[in-house]
C-alpha cells in the first residue's frame, strides 16, 4: 500500500487513505481492537451524508431499562402464558 499520511486536527486524528476498486478501505487496527474488541462485536454504523461517511461501533441497544415499564391490568395468571395472550388479545 502506498503512504498514508496523518494530518491532526485539535484532537481528532486524520488519516487519508486509498479506497481499492471496489470500494474497501483498511481501518485502522488501533481502532479496531478499541472499539470491535470481543467475541461478535465485528459490526458497525455507517452514516452517511452528503460527501461524508463516518463509521461507529454498532452495540447491541441494553433493553433492561425497559423491564417493568409497561403496565397491563388483566385476569389471568400469569404462569399461564397462554391465557395470559388470549387475554391480550381479546384487549385490542
Not at 34 to 45: A, D, Q, T
Amino acid at each position: 500500500m502506498s503512504n498514508v499520511q496523518y494530518v491532526v486536527l485539535g484532537v481528532t486524528q486524520v488519516e487519508i487513505k486509498e479506497v481499492d476498486k471496489q470500494g474497501r478501505i483498511i481501518i485502522p487496527k488501533s481502532w479496531r481492537a478499541k472499539y470491535l474488541k470481543g467475541k461478535g462485536k465485528n459490526k458497525v454504523i455507517l452514516k452517511l451524508s452528503e460527501g461524508a461517511v463516518e463509521i461507529a461501533p454498532y452495540r447491541s441497544p441494553d433493553l433492561t431499562q425497559f423491564f417493568d415499564k409497561a403496565e397491563v391490568d388483566i385476569k389471568a395468571d400469569l404462569s399461564d402464558w397462554h391465557a395470559v395472550a388470549r387475554e391480550l388479545r381479546r384487549k385490542r
